[in-house]
């Protein structure tokens, strides 16, 4: 069968302020994965020596940038932002193509990466440090913030625009110039979202885009002696690796990986908006983001009732193309991460976990095209199941029965992973004691796991996350470096001086 091409393009990296075409012969298609005849582009894969290139470039640039008054700095980000809001339609169009979320998760997305860069940009007239009291006589001591240097932002697929703007926004604003390599499978996303900060006007090699494999440009980034920090959004296994390696070189780096994200439903909750909760965050982007709801944790009394209205809500939810009015699910993003969470459907079975809804792939002529899954709800979870501990990145969700408050807290604790976490209850003595006792970044009462906003801090801990937080005024802290200093003006030499 002949594949259609919608609007073909070489996608090129952007060096320099020059947008150029790798000289590489490696070459894969991006595909929508809603409908895989349709070839949206091609990604060159860049080679080491062009990662360099870029590294190089920004090299160049870091003198002149860092020494931009912060204030400038933020206000030609708070452009950016403007030219994003001016383009969010054409931003998430491509978005939806390439990545697979319906227009209207698009359009969230595009929500809070504008509110992530608007506040980024303020953080210009707000790069403050402070003045703190010497013990000694005539001193005057302050600390400052200064920019990093060259820094490299590797960013996921699943979030393609609100990632790298929650790490590029902030890391301009502090000074720094930057490489950014996102996945291989948004390349489009990528592309208008540094033409977006080009137009804003960056001068050439403060912000350079490299397309290519993490094996060849993320390798050549971590391990390039030129580049000072590394933030990095992805896997466990490749961030583990990614911090152990920006460790040996004494550089600063951020990890934010994998969760296994707990709601908690307790006796007094109120059931309907508990269960839109669960459903919203269980299927909302396919489950394809780190804060999806993927436990259930439910008091047994109230059990029952909970997972038969949760299957009924399941079934309103409407798979298919997001570019399609009324579909409120659309596909996984490529053929690996469909077949990744088919294989956690056959692991559900054969663990005994029962099956209540969904737990195949999409059938019908609508969904022959693309990368469709069921939403899928299993039952009787025992709480160390592969399907209960493991992150499926998909639309799974497993209901995990316990006893009592006491059981819930120690089975949503039980994994690795630490990122969100949520709570239905109206009882204040137990609110409080989740929020004291729960392993988690983040955590919400009475509202689902998804979900943050710019002004917050955003990250987990245990398996999930390493590095400073991002988001929020904390995140100068990583993207910054803190000077303190010293001013002696008594004019005299003083003997003896034991600091």
């Known amino acids: 069968m002949t594949k259609s091409k919608v609007a073909l393009t070489t996608y090129k990296n952007f060096i320099d302020g020059q947008w150029v075409e790798s000289r590489s012969a490696g070459r894969v298609s991006n595909i929508n994965p809603a409908n895989t005849e349709e070839i949206l582009g091609e990604v060159i894969l860049s080679t080491r020596d062009e990662a360099r290139q870029a590294v190089e470039s920004a090299e160049k640039a870091l003198e002149g940038w860092r020494n931009t008054p912060a204030p400038v700095r933020g206000n030609l980000v708070m452009k950016a932002a403007q030219l994003m809001s001016a383009r969010k339609n054409e ?43 010497s013990e000694l006589p005539s001193n005057f001591c302050y600390t400052l913030r200064q920019p990093i240097g060259v820094v490299a932002c590797i960013t996921p697929w699943n979030f393609p625009v609100c990632i790298p703007a929650w790490k590029i926004a902030p890391a301009l604003v502090c000074g720094n110039t ?6 291989t499978l948004t ?22 885009l ?3 494999s993490g094996g060849e440009v ?15 959004t992805g896997s466990n296994d490749i961030g583990s690796r990614l911090y152990n390696q920006g460790a040996a070189r004494g550089i600063k780096c951020q990890c934010e990986m994998g969760g296994k994200n707990p709601i908690v439903i307790l006796e007094d909750a109120d059931l309907p908006l508990a269960v839109e909760s669960t459903v919203t965050g269980a299927f909302g982007s396919t489950g394809q983001r780190c804060t999806a709801t993927s436990r ?17 809500r399941t079934k309103k939810v409407m798979v298919g193309n997001g570019v399609e009015s009324g579909i409120t699910m659309g596909p996984s993003v490529d053929k690996s991460q469909m077949e990744t969470v088919l294989k956690y459907l056959d692991i559900g079975r054969g663990e005994g976990a029962k099956l209540r809804i969904g737990g195949k792939r999409c059938e019908g002529e609508k969904y022959s095209k693309g990368y469709f899954v069921e939403p899928t709800i299993f039952d009787h979870v025992k709480p160390d199941m592969r399907i209960a501990q493991e992150e499926i990145f998909g639309p799974v969700l497993s209901v995990i029965r316990v006893k009592d408050f006491e059981e819930a807290l120690a089975v949503a604790n039980g994994v690795k992973y630490g990122l969100s976490s949520a709570l239905y209850s109206n ?64 004019g005299v030499k003083r003997e003896g001086n034991l600091y």
């Open 91 to 133: 931003l998430a169009r491509a978005l939806t193509l390439e990545e697979g979320k319906t227009l209207s998760e698009s359009m969230g997305e595009l929500a809070r990466g504008i509110n992530c860069v608007e506040f980024a940009a303020a953080e210009g007239r707000r790069l403050n440090g402070e003045t703190i009291p």
């Open 178 to 183: 930057i490489v950014f390599k996102p996945a």
């Open 187 to 208: 390349p489009w996303t990528a592309t208008l979202v540094t033409e977006i900060f080009a137009e804003a006007g960056l001068p050439p090699g403060v912000l350079n």
């Open 210 to 212: 490299v397309l290519g």
């Open 218 to 232: 993320g390798e050549e980034l971590v391990n390039n002696n030129k580049v000072r920090a590394i933030s990095f």
């Open 296 to 312: 259930a944790i439910v008091v047994e009394k109230i059990a029952d009732t909970f997972v038969e209205r949760l299957v009924e």
């Open 427 to 490: 009882d204040a003595s137990r609110i409080f004691k989740f929020i004291e006792r729960i392993e988690s970044g983040i955590t919400h009462v009475n509202s689902g796991t998804p979900g943050g906003e710019a002004q917050l801090p955003f990250g987990g801990i245990k398996a999930t996350g390493v590095g400073a937080r991002e988001m929020g005024s904390t995140a100068v802290e990583f993207w910054s470096e803190l000077k303190t200093v010293y001013i002696d003006f008594t």
